[in-house]
């Protein structure tokens, strides 16, 4: 705390200097006691003039050095260097500082407006020997004429680049407060160059890059149509964006085939990182829909290559951000979804790892949203998801203790259910029915909610599943009064469901008074239109088969709620209302003429 408030207060800039590289040290260190109390010290809001003086100071400092360099490129270069390093130094620490305060400067503005004009001028301003003096060489900071620390090595990882916190604080920033157009224009001239191969990726690396596309990708989805089209005038900006997004990932790939031990991690590191921040900017493209199959085609063929590549290799940290940037993306985008399953049918393995203990919550859920994605699309699409073998995982996934998976799963084994019976006897094998019943007495909503339709298509389409569902009649029968109209209208369709095909659960419904509670379901005013729908097509069900359309004949309560409907202004306007009517009445028997 003594360090962040003397020292950065300090008009010794070699003294803030070193105190920014002390405190950033320490804040990298979260498990250690003092990193709280230098955070606590940051988050001092009189310390917030100073980190914008020192980030308009770096910019001062790297136009001077801009100008002598300009003047006499070769016999001023070391005072250039002088200059630049400990302000580049400076400036990435204090960034680094801000990302880890959570705290947001007294003026947005000037500080995005430093910012932006730091990296413009890091990336197109100065000369190519004094960047080359920044990425390689040390930086003096105890004032006594000798370079003492080295950047590349000691200070910074290598794979990562000195300015990288800049280009962070800029995305982060840019989620809540917008730049200008020169501002946004400068941004794309410094990608623009950062893509010819010769900028020392010491300096800015693939996932600083990445981080000034994601400032970009944030401005074209909150900007107005004016900026919007702006941007376009100045480049086709999604191929544009396509073209970077690709590169970005490509160059961070590269890295992983360095030759020794240590070249690896470090590579595994920076495509990591790499891909985790890329993946906004690949969002924003499938946001804005203007990829072409082609493109997709292209993105979804290098996911799938790189993929096995790393499976294959061990690298788990490089492959999850992968698999999680491709697998939120096909969540968003059908294309997407489609192009993925057909290039993982190829390789299987690389899915299936997604269900390895240890794989994150979240990843599980994008993985289990984009196959119902895709099983509810079209059930020609059900033997590529059994290919890829997931069906057995997300049946496991029915017994996880997260709820959020319990209910994903049993979403993606009712749409697996919708269009035929294709997985009727794996289902069996794996004790599907049992484990549905009890999930529908789930204490999470959701689940029960999304259990019910599960129930109702693996009933629908024969009924071989039926009799190892009869113990699912009751809990559905109670879901019928549920809080939840949606919950309630599954319910209704999974008894209806469990009589489409078969009589063996006839004594059973009886035997639960299910005929009784669908119409009680009907009578009850507070009961969703759409809900009751579907309990009235599901009792015209039920009353096809002898047991329950003799119970339905001796209860009056039907007689009146047919009636009652026969009189409503929605069975007079619902075509489908009327029909369902019709049905139940034509099997009841029951009259209706003083309607």
């Not at 919550?361 to 949203?369: E, R, V």
């Not at 599907?432 to 009890?438: G, K, R």
């Not at 879901?479 to 009589?499: M, W």
Request: hydrophobic content about 45%; charged content about 20%.
């Amino acid at each position: 705390e003594v360090l962040s408030v003397t020292a950065l207060t300090s008009d010794d800039g070699f003294l803030s200097a070193q105190a920014s590289l002390v405190l950033q040290a320490v804040l990298e260190h979260r498990q250690l006691p003092a990193a709280e109390t230098v955070r606590n010290g940051l988050a001092r809001p009189d310390l917030w003039p100073r980190v914008l003086e020192c980030s308009n100071a770096a910019v001062s400092a790297m136009e001077a050095a801009a100008a002598i360099m300009e003047h006499s490129l070769n016999s001023q270069a070391p005072e250039a260097d002088h200059h630049v390093a400990p302000s580049v130094v400076e400036a990435s620490c204090l960034a680094e500082m801000a990302l880890h305060t959570h705290t947001q400067p007294t003026s947005w503005q000037d500080w995005g407006q430093a910012l932006v004009s730091f990296v413009h001028r890091l990336v197109n301003v100065l000369p190519d020997p004094c960047l080359r003096g920044i990425e390689a060489t040390t930086v003096e900071l105890d004032g006594d004429g000798r370079p003492s620390w080295p950047v590349s090595t000691q200070t910074w990882r290598v794979s990562t680049g000195l300015a990288d916190p800049i280009c962070q604080l800029l995305a982060t920033m840019s989620a809540s407060q917008r730049l200008d157009l020169e501002q946004l224009s400068q941004l794309v001239t410094v990608v623009a160059a950062l893509t010819d191969g010769n900028f020392p990726t010491n300096v800015i690396s693939a996932v600083g890059r990445a981080y000034l596309l994601n400032t970009l990708c944030h401005h074209l989805l909150q900007a107005e149509a004016t900026m919007a089209a702006a941007l376009d005038s100045k480049l086709a900006v999604d191929t544009w964006l396509l073209s970077q997004w690709s590169l970005v990932v490509e160059e961070a790939w590269t890295a992983v085939a360095m030759d020794t031990d240590d070249g690896l991690e470090e590579g595994f590191d920076q495509l990591t990182n790499a891909l985790l921040v890329s993946k906004f900017c690949l969002e924003t493209l499938v946001e804005r829909r203007q990829m072409t199959q082609e493109d997709v085609l292209e993105v979804c063929e290098s996911v799938v290559s790189w993929s096995q590549q790393l499976l294959t290799r061990g690298c788990q940290a490089p492959l999850r951000a992968l698999l999680s940037m491709a697998l939120h993306s096909a969540v968003l985008d059908d294309g997407i979804a489609k192009a993925m399953l057909d290039g993982f049918v190829q390789a299987p393995q690389v899915i299936l790892y997604l269900f390895r203990d240890g794989t994150s919550i979240s990843m599980m859920q994008d993985a289990l949203t984009w196959l119902t994605r895709l099983a509810r699309s079209s059930g020609s699409r059900y033997f590529a998801i059994d290919k890829l073998g997931v069906f057995s995982e997300a049946v496991r996934c029915l017994q996880h203790g997260d709820a959020r998976l319990r209910a994903r799963a049993c979403n993606l084994l009712g749409n697996c259910y919708r269009h035929s019976s294709f997985f009727y006897n794996e289902s069996e094998r794996l004790g599907v029915p049992s484990q549905l019943t009890t999930l529908l007495s789930d204490p999470d909503p959701e689940v029960k909610k999304v259990a019910a339709f599960a129930v109702g298509n693996l009933a629908f389409h024969s009924d071989l599943l039926v009799s190892r569902l009869r113990n699912a009649v009751s809990p559905l029968t109670d879901l019928l009064e549920d809080d939840n109209a949606r919950t309630q209208s599954n319910a209704a369709g999974a008894l209806g469901n469990l009589t489409r095909n078969s009589d063996s659960l006839d004594q059973d419904f009886v035997h639960k008074r299910v005929p009784e509670r669908l119409v009680e379901c009907l009578a009850t005013a507070d009961v969703a239109i759409q809900t009751k729908k579907v309990a009235l097509f599901s009792l015209g069900t039920v009353a096809k088969w002898p047991q329950c359309r003799a119970a339905l004949q001796a209860t009056s309560a039907c007689l009146d709620t047919v009636r009652a409907l026969n009189r409503s202004a929605d069975v007079r306007q619902d075509a489908d209302f009327k029909s369902y009517l019709k049905r139940l009445v034509a099997r009841v028997g029951t009259q209706t003429s003083e309607a």
